[in-house]
């Protein structure tokens, strides 16, 4: 299967963080097609594992995505709603939407028209919108109920010129499908280690998964894959990086060895690379992996991704293919020598 369709397979589920059912029992059948050893743990977090034996590595990407919940039913059969997540309430008007109901039921979110606001009141708030079924308020009642989970209109993402994508939740489920090719081409090499993939839940609430996942693995170094902020008109240089370039990070998140082993894996891929400089938290499941089981020596590796936490994120498939191919280098570098090549200088 080619990585967009898997993409696609995967963009297409629900998985609102704290309900990724749906999304992981996917995410375990492709899986399933590279791994012969794949499994669920009590959190929701997908793994599978090639190789054997110590060291151990953690590959993990989060399939999780922002959405809405539902918080009350007025009268008239109209729902309120709050965002889970991150949703940007500028984003959300004139949107299509699922309800998570007793059954999927199709929405859309509405609000007073531009005609009736004031220039003060021009900027939406989630207290301004209302998800409209155009069920009456007894059906509403009897298939909706307060805590469902709301997601953006679950539909394929779309190629544009150039190589690009562009959809909902490629934030972070396009990294997660980029896992599979990464195991492709790992089954065909021959490894000095054992390397766990991990599909994890709920990063963008409270990053449930990145906790029990490496507590559970326990390995002796784990490796983030997430998104960034591409280039795009308005934004700033410095707080964004190229679309066909990989963002290794470096700062206090990450292990300053790691992340010369990967620029190192760049370097012998020919993958264009660009330093991401982030001192504090990194905002991805590598924060809480690193500290884990007394510390874990942590790095993150990001695709550029354009308009995040929208229903037309994009990005290139030519970069996800690139960061398939260093991770797939960086563990195959990896030896028993590993410890000596983490040892900081003095």
Known sequence: MELFDIISDLVTKSGVSGNETSVGEAVFEHFKKYSGRVWRDPVGNVYAGIGEGKPVVLIMAHMDEIGMMVTDIEENGMLRIC??????????????????????????????????????????????????TGLPPEKVRELIRVGDFVTFDPVPPIK???????????????????????????????LSCSVVFCASVQEESKNIGSISGAYRIEPDIAIALDVTHG???????????????????KGGNIHPKLYKMLMDACAETNTPAETDVCMGPTGTDAWYMQVQRGGIPTAVVSVPLRYMHSTVETLSEKTLHSLARVIAQFVADIDTDLEDKLCLDD
């Not at 795009?232 to 290794?248: C, H, N, R």
């Open 160 to 190: 544009l010129k150039n190589g690009f994508i562009s959809g909902k939740t490629l934030d972070d489920r396009a990294l997660v499908a980029a896992m599979t090719e990464c195991m492709e081409i790992l089954n065909k090499r021959r």
């Open 231 to 249: 280039k795009s008109p308005g934004t700033e240089p410095f707080d964004t990086v190229d679309t066909d370039k990989l963002a290794v990070t």
């Open 83 to 132: 965002s889970v997540a991150g949703v940007d309430p500028r984003v959300l008007p004139g949107s299509k939407v699922k309800v998570c109901g007793k059954e999927p039921i199709t929405g859309v979110i509405g609000a007073i028209p531009p005609h009736l606001l004031t220039e003060t009141e021009a900027a939406y708030k989630m207290e301004d919108l209302t998800l409209d």
